[in-house]
């Protein structure tokens, strides 16, 4: 079966970096996004991956490793405003979206 | 302002009430999503429109009526909903479905309570 693992919950203090990783397994691969959504919002876009390496984007970057099946997303200088949940989702080979249960970042002062 | 726009935002309904959900896209978009969100589960793909036509029902029960007038314009209708359809009902748009990069842009959600 098609699977997308992320961790539940992380915590992570403001100033410092956090590492979120997601794993997955799909019927072929067609590329990796990362979707931030706040409580009681609608998830929007971070990032998409479908070559090997690390993307970055300001204080955001995400990694993919295609052969190990395995992502992440890196946030620097965190924020307050960065507490939310994060989704992981991939693109199976009928481009349809695997997501993963998204985790939910806790930032502390 | 992520350019779709659903209505209601909540929803208190009995088990035997007819209701229907609104979303709306500004972004010229041809492809419409329903998602399903119920708390720490994953994102539940319930129908696929893409230029009107349906192209995806993942076996979702008959309660749950889908309705595209036309590429900006995606309906949900509910009848005789059961307590566990409690959930987020999330709509999003694409530019279509079907290809290798397809940002998903995606409303705030109604919020769904069957009592």
């Given at each position: 079966?098609?699977?997308?693992?992320?961790?539940?919950?992380?915590?992570?203090?403001?100033?410092?970096?956090v590492?979120?990783?997601?794993?997955?397994q799909?019927?072929?691969?067609?590329?990796?996004?990362?979707?931030?959504?706040?409580?009681?919002?609608?998830?929007t876009f971070l990032?998409?991956?479908?070559?090997?390496?690390?993307?970055?984007?300001?204080r955001?970057?995400s990694?993919?490793s295609?052969?190990?099946?395995?992502?992440?997303?890196?946030l620097?200088?965190?924020?307050?405003?960065?507490?939310?949940?994060y989704?992981?989702?991939?693109?199976?080979?009928?481009?349809?979206?695997?997501?993963?249960?998204?985790?939910?970042l806790?930032i502390?002062? | 302002?992520t350019?779709v726009?659903?209505?209601?935002?909540h929803?208190?309904?009995?088990?035997?009430n007819?209701?229907?959900?609104?979303?709306?896209?500004?972004?010229?978009?041809?492809?419409?999503?329903?998602?399903?969100?119920?708390?720490?589960?994953?994102?539940?793909?319930?129908?696929?429109?893409?230029?009107k036509?349906?192209?995806?029902?993942?076996?979702?029960?008959?309660?749950?009526?889908?309705e595209?007038?036309?590429?900006?314009?995606?309906?949900?209708h509910?009848?005789?909903?059961?307590?566990?359809?409690?959930?987020?009902?999330?709509?999003?748009?694409?530019?279509?479905a079907g290809?290798?990069?397809?940002?998903?842009?995606?409303?705030?959600?109604t919020?769904?309570?069957?009592?």
């Amino acid at each position: 079966g098609q699977n997308i693992d992320q961790p539940t919950e992380m915590t992570a203090t403001e100033g410092a970096i956090v590492q979120i990783n997601c794993t997955y397994q799909t019927s072929g691969f067609n590329g990796l996004f990362w979707y931030q959504q706040h409580a009681g919002e609608a998830p929007t876009f971070l990032s998409y991956n479908v070559l090997d390496g690390l993307e970055e984007k300001g204080r955001f970057s995400s990694f993919l490793s295609r052969s190990k099946g395995y992502s992440y997303l890196l946030l620097k200088e965190l924020q307050m405003k960065d507490s939310a949940s994060y989704l992981c989702a991939a693109l199976d080979s009928n481009y349809q979206l695997i997501w993963g249960a998204g985790t939910k970042l806790i930032i502390k002062p | 302002e992520t350019g779709v726009t659903q209505t209601p935002r909540h929803l208190v309904m009995g088990m035997t009430n007819k209701k229907s959900l609104k979303c709306e896209q500004h972004l010229g978009h041809n492809a419409m999503y329903w998602y399903k969100q119920s708390a720490k589960k994953p994102l539940e793909l319930m129908f696929v429109y893409n230029f009107k036509e349906q192209t995806e029902n993942n076996s979702v029960p008959s309660r749950f009526s889908p309705e595209c007038p036309n590429s900006s314009h995606l309906f949900l209708h509910l009848h005789t909903l059961q307590p566990e359809d409690s959930a987020l009902y999330l709509c999003a748009s694409s530019q279509d479905a079907g290809g290798a990069y397809n940002e998903q842009f995606f409303g705030p959600g109604t919020r769904l309570t069957v009592l």
